[in-house]
């Protein structure tokens, strides 16, 4: 077997530390060896002499002794392409990460590269051409979430022509910035900026929304990914509904509205919000006079009805069962959006049991003129207009102790932008902001926070907050630290407002694990690069975007959702996608079938085979084997082996080093 | 004696079964039957000497009815079986046996063997039928069932090396230990594999380390603590302290042992993101 | 030539003392050695390590001729780190020099075998030293090799020794020296050959008394009548070769390797390349790869099979070959079966069955 050695001296990055001559002197000495060295291998004349050198030497396999793979691979995978070898014929020495950009002593750093470079030999001895498996694509997306990122990605991917179903949890589209007043820095009223974009997406037809549903599993692969949605009874018919609205004001029971974060009631039979899309109510089980009476006496015919009774399109379904769909997609995205930091865990602030502590949430949906108080002011213990409030910052973020040491992004810029309304809502009103570092790092965002101060003058404090507590009189006592002052400050408050910090959807594990995409220890999902990936994840063909990621504000959600969008884009148009070839595969004659390779597969990607002997052995599924070698480990006879990173190349590699 | 020799006739009777795996004496002592018709079914006996694990014979017997005849240790290795999809539940019947102690057959004074010291399972946990012990039956001794292993550990590291040096240096690799173990079904052992060479074949006291540290490490998590191994080796290497110290890992680590149930997964492959994935449910409304 | 045939008495402390200068002319001594309530024959240096109380040592004495482990050549590159105890050392840096630098075979002295083992040497000479084709590895340590036999005076249940034309609880049968343990602290030695005189030097050792070989008449018939086990072969063995019996009589066997490793006779070994040596270790046909060849068949693939072709080996084939059986009856492989196979009853059932297509 013929190799070829070519050194790469990077410009002086490999050879201002490795003396490149030495390297490619102590490679030729190996029998069946050629070396050589070039300035930039990966230049055009560098890649070119690589070509002529396989077709004069009539060369089998390259090894390119230089950077990082990561950069580089592709390049000279094609260079061998052009040279007429496989591309899996190539190995790479890490010379310049791994050895000249790390070490300082000249000596042992070229002796470093040469015995890189004859691992690399001794891998490569046993290379095999690899070729890659073609598989189709579907040209339909998923997207999980109809928040507004899930809404954007949906609009982008729909408007290039290709179809695309929204899978939203609750019975509305619209997240979180339905619930809104107004957003910053430009005070746009939320509900009117997104509603717009709610109804382009269920007007489109190449759009799909299921509401009120949840994605129960997913399996397949980049291309080819079969999802199995349960669209949740509503037991309100949704082709026959008109949305009048009679059946919920005639609803005699009354409970919180999670919308209204329990500030206000919904009925039993509810909208979530009146512009929510579709407009069609849905029946709340758990509170509803009928269905608990059927779970008390199922025999019955069931109290009240009273929706059934007064709706004139006869939309009232009571024994509508959830509806399971399946269908195939060639991508998913990933928009979860986030949930909000539960306080309670600061017993310095109430712990929750204050009625005028109230969340960042709590007060937008004071302040919106559709919200529980229509739009007034008021606090929520004895509904008198709160005058005087203190907003919180960093209730939850950046605290390690609480599980949360990372910034939370938006805080900043929403608390200024609800003591701006507040002052707007109650001119004569007294703001108080307790901060730790003001965090604006936006378009005209720095400027808005100024305008707060100056224009609406909302006084800005630097110090945390270490007490709330309720005076006789029943106001609140805020205690905190003025740093800049140098003094203690205590406020006494009608409401104080805390800015709870953004954490991560409770259902990301759950979907984490059932899409096998990867979380981090916030539990946001992890991204592909955070630099220059942040919109794909290491699953091929699973997209994330929106503040599941990681909490982030409505602009950098949209843009990320058109990033989503983007990628999924550039995957449908392809006609076929090409699948790496470094995958395991299994050695049927000595596979026991006992499986352990299945169990540690963190793709599902190990199916059963039944032998002509009739024993059960294993199978690689190659579409979805990511070649992450997990299985090799596992197995307990050697059965699977990786192709293109095989034990026997290993060992070699290692015996090479002796 | 007879409730086993009827079941097991019935069983054959019935065709339920091709074969009953069982126990019978011959020339004084004990050896594992085969019985296929109903009429070879009276040499069945059960009694103290009945040391053999005839889950063993499995391996031979895939994809084929059979009943065995199993004591509490042997019928967990059924289980470990399940677990790793190495038969189907519906192809065996299991005759259990109640036993209070089989004989140590290596001892001068005829002693129950060292596994039945502290054992949980006089009657097995996985069984089709049961026979009921006839005797008296006599309670394990309670008290640290790793005190043994545990006093090991104290010996400092040089007087432990030296113990199993003398030790693996007496092993000839005849392999007795893995083939008369019920968990060592692999079709082709590691030890022959030399594409590549992990392990070596030959005999010598680097390759006797080799292949017994191996063996124990793939036995974690799965040994039923039978006891065969130490049994049948023909140079007395104490392969169950070996084992039992892997055993007592496996508890402390994982509260993990072999063959407890049948639907739980091999401890290998045990990961439930429900159980294992700790989700603070403080931080999230 | 030796002189005369030599018998005398000497005391337990002599003998002793004659042992221990064995050692000291740098000769390697082999004696039982008591190991965890099991014998065997190891290499010595202080004679006072000596087991004197054993019926016989588990392993058969041929791993001293025919080691478990040899290398028959080294191609090491030289940078390989020291093995842990490897009986043959690797190369020290030397460059490819086959057999050139193996560790030269020592002189060697084996005490304490028993005549079973003393004979089995013999048996495995006909195979190993044939005319044409001698094996120069077995032949260099079988000529370097001396045997002092110790009679049996409390065969095993399972010994059959004495089935055997020249076998027998006191066979002087291929050893160099036979000792017989007559008293407490009395042995007779019998001188059989030169390599055994070298040993026992001393003419002053008192010549036995006819009390003494009266004795050794007594024990000689008492230590014969213990022998309940015999050897049957079926004379139409090779015929019997399809019977259904070998089916039936193979189900318990789960096919490890002790009955062929503890048989004094057996002698097939697998040569591979590892780790840079060409060895030669010991190989059971009772293991499937035994049979595997380069194509991937195994013509041996049931269990039956390898089981019966253990049979054919010792008391078909061999004897058509070398003109006797490849057994010396000294019972392990009865001893040891951990599901106590017995070969004579295996034999017996055999030959009461019918050739069955």
């Given at each position: ?658 | ?285 | ?211 003494v070989l009266k004795k050794l008449e007594n024990l000689k018939a008492d230590s014969e009548a213990k022998i309940c086990k015999a050897l049957k072969v079926p004379e139409n063995l090779r015929e019997l070769f ?116």
């Amino acid at each position: 077997m013929k190799i070829g050695v070519f050194v790469c001296h990077c410009g002086t990055n490999i050879s201002a530390v490795i003396d490149v001559q030495k390297v490619v002197n102590d490679l030729a000495k190996m029998p069946g060896v050629f070396a050589m060295d070039y300035k930039f291998m990966c230049s055009d004349p560098g890649q070119n002499m690589i070509i002529s050198e396989i077709k004069q030497k009539k060369l089998d396999a390259v090894i390119v002794a230089a950077c990082s793979p990561c950069l580089h691979e592709l390049t000279f995978r094609n260079t061998l392409i052009r040279g007429g070898l496989n591309p899996y014929m190539l190995e790479i020495a890490n010379i310049r990460e791994q050895d000249s950009w790390v070490h300082t002593d000249r000596d042992k750093a070229t002796e470093k590269a040469v015995r890189l470079a004859k691992m690399a030999v001794a891998k490569a001895k046993r290379n095999q051409p690899l070729f890659p498996q073609e598989v189709s694509v579907e040209k339909s997306c998923l997207v999980i979430g109809g928040g507004i990122a899930g809404i954007q990605a949906a609009i982008d991917i729909s408007s290039a022509g290709y179809q695309t179903v929204i899978v939203e949890k609750e019975p509305s589209i619209g997240g979180k910035m339905a619930m809104f007043d107004k957003t910053f820095p430009t005070l746009d009223c939320s509900a009117c900026i997104l509603t717009p974009k709610m109804v382009q997406a269920s007007q489109s037809k190449k759009v799909k929304i299921y509401t009120y549903s949840e994605v129960e599993e997913i399996g397949g692969y980049v291309g080819n990914f079969n999802a199995r949605i349960r669209v949740k009874a509503r037991s309100v018919n949704m082709e026959k509904c008109t949305g009048c609205g009679i059946c919920w004001q005639k609803c005699p029971v009354k409970v919180n509205s999670e919308f209204e974060q329990n500030l206000g009631p919904r009925k039993a039979v509810y909208v979530p919000f009146a512009q929510a899309v579709p407009n069609v109510p849905v029946i709340d089980c758990v509170n509803c006079t009928y269905y608990r009476s059927k779970r008390q006496n199922p025999e019955s015919k069931g109290l009240c009805r009273i929706c059934e009774k007064f709706c004139p399109a006869g939309a009232i379904e009571f024994d509508q069962k959830d509806k399971i769909i399946e269908e195939k997609f060639g991508a998913v995205i990933v928009a979860t959006g986030f949930s909000a930091f539960d306080h309670k865990v600061y017993g310095e602030y109430g712990a929750g049991r204050y009625k005028d502590v109230v969340t960042a949430l709590q007060f937008e949906r004071l302040l919106n003129s559709s919200g529980p108080t229509q739009g007034k002011i008021l606090r929520p213990s004895d509904s008198k207009e709160a005058r005087t409030i203190v907003f919180v910052q960093c209730v939850g973020s950046r605290d390690e102790s609480k599980g949360v040491p990372y910034c939370s992004r938006v805080c900043c810029m929403y608390t200024a932008k609800q003591a701006l309304l507040l002052k707007e809502h109650i001119p004569d009103a007294n703001a108080y902001v307790f901060y730790i570092d003001i965090r604006a790092a936006g378009k005209n965002y720095e400027e808005f926070i100024e305008r707060v101060q100056d224009e609406y003058g909302v006084l800005y404090l630097r110090g945390r907050v270490s007490k709330i507590y309720r005076t006789g009189d029943g106001a609140l006592l805020v205690r905190g630290a003025d740093t800049l002052s140098g003094t203690q400050v205590e406020i006494s408050a009608d409401m104080v407002v805390l800015a709870t910090g953004l954490v991560s959807n409770p259902e990301t594990v759950k979907l984490g694990q059932m899409i096998g995409i990867p979380y981090d220890k916030n539990r946001f999902f992890t991204e592909s690069h955070p630099k220059l990936a942040p919109a794909e994840t290491q699953t091929a063909g699973v997209f994330i975007c929106g503040a599941c990621q990681f909490p982030k504000d409505i602009p950098d959600s949209v843009a990320q959702a058109g990033a989503a969008a983007s990628k999924v884009l550039g995957l449908f148009s392809q006609e076929h996608l090409m699948l790496e070839p470094v995958l395991a595969c299994v050695n049927q004659k000595i596979c026991n079938g006992c499986f352990h390779c299945r169990a540690v597969c963190p793709y599902n990607a190990i199916d059963e085979e039944i032998l002509k002997d009739k024993s059960v052995v294993a199978r690689v599924i190659e579409s979805k084997c990511h070649g992450c070698g997990n299985c090799i480990s596992a197995c307990p006879v050697s059965a699977v082996d990786l192709k293109g990173y095989t034990n026997e190349q290993i060992l070699e590699q290692l015996q090479s080093l002796r | 004696m007879k409730e086993l020799i009827d079941k097991a006739k019935e069983l054959l009777k019935e065709k339920k079964v091709e074969t009953v795996i069982g126990y019978r004496e011959i020339r004084g002592c004990v050896v594992p039957a085969y019985v296929d018709s109903p009429c070879d079914a009276d040499c069945l006996i059960f009694d103290k000497r009945c040391v053999y694990n005839l889950a063993n014979y499995l391996k031979w017997f895939k994809n084929k009815n059979v009943a065995l005849v199993l004591k509490g240790c042997d019928a967990k290795s059924i289980n470990v079986w399940l677990q790793e999809f190495q038969i189907k539940r519906e192809n065996i019947f299991i005759i259990g046996v109640e036993c209070y102690g089989v004989m140590n057959e290596k001892s001068a004074d005829a002693g129950l063997s060292d596994k039945c010291g502290h054992c949980e399972a006089h009657v097995p946990n996985i069984y089709d039928a049961v026979i009921k012990h006839q005797g008296d039956k006599k309670e394990s001794v309670q008290g640290e069932p790793f005190k043994d292993i545990q006093e090991f550990e104290k010996l400092p590291h040089d007087e432990r090396w030296d113990f199993w040096k003398k030790q693996f240096e007496k092993c000839i690799k005849c392999y007795a230990c893995r083939e008369i173990c019920p968990m060592c079904y692999c079709k082709e052992c590691i030890v022959e594999r030399n594409i590549p060479q992990w392990i070596m074949s030959s005999p010598s006291v680097k390759g006797n380390f080799e292949w017994n540290m191996v063996r124990a490490f793939h036995l974690a998590g799965r040994c039923v603590e039978c006891g065969e191994c130490e049994r049948a080796c023909p140079v007395n290497i104490p392969l169950m302290k070996l084992n039992k110290k892997l055993i007592k890992e496996m508890k402390e680590l994982f509260d993990y042992s072999a063959g407890q149930k049948e639907d739980v997964k091999s401890a290998i492959d045990d990961f439930y993101p429900e159980k294992d994935i700790k989700i603070d449910d403080k931080m999230i409304r | 030539m030796i002189s005369e045939m030599k018998k005398f008495i000497i005391s337990k402390n002599e003998l002793k003392k004659i042992l221990a200068g064995i050692v000291a002319e740098n000769i390697k001594l082999i004696a039982p050695v008591s190991r965890d309530n099991a014998f065997f024959l190891e290499e010595v240096s202080d004679a006072e390590k000596i087991a004197w109380d054993y019926s016989n040592v588990v392993k058969p004495v041929k791993e001293h001729i025919f080691p478990m482990r040899e290398v028959l050549l080294d191609f090491g590159r030289g940078t390989d780190p020291p093995a842990l105890d490897e009986p043959e050392a690797r190369s020290s840096g030397k460059e490819k020099n086959p057999a050139g630098n193996m560790p030269p075979v020592k002189e060697q002295v084996i005490f304490g075998l028993r005549p079973c083992d003393a004979r089995s040497l013999l048996v495995l000479d006909k195979p190993f030293l044939q005319e044409k084709y001698v094996d120069s590895y077995y032949k260099e340590r079988r000529e370097k090799t001396t045997l002092i036999a110790m009679a049996c005076l409390n065969p095993e249940k399972t010994c059959l020794c004495s089935s055997f034309e020249n076998g027998g609880p006191f066979s002087s049968a291929g050893s160099d020296v036979l000792c017989v343990q007559t008293g407490q602290d009395e042995f007779l030695v019998e001188i059989l050959s030169e390599k055994g005189e070298k040993i026992f030097k001393n003419p002053s050792f008192a010549q036995p008394s006819g009390e003494v070989l009266k004795k050794l008449e007594n024990l000689k018939a008492d230590s014969e009548a213990k022998i309940c086990k015999a050897l049957k072969v079926p004379e139409n063995l090779r015929e019997l070769f399809e019977a259904g019996t070998w089916e039936t009589e193979s189900l318990s066997c789960i096919a490890c390797g002790i009955c062929r490793y503890l048989s004094a006779t057996c002698y097939c070994f697998n040569i591979t390349d590892e780790f840079e040596q060409r060895l030669r270790y010991w190989i059971p046909c009772s293991f499937k790869n035994y049979t595997k060849m380069t194509s991937g068949e195994i013509s041996r693939e049931k269990k039956s099979a390898r089981f019966k072709h253990w049979y054919f080996h010792k008391f078909s084939y061999h004897k058509d070959n070398f003109g006797e059986y490849l057994c010396v009856g000294c019972g392990r492989c009865i001893k040891y079966c951990p599901v106590k196979i017995d070969f004579t009853e295996v034999l017996g059932k055999i030959g009461n069955s019918k050739q069955e297509q």
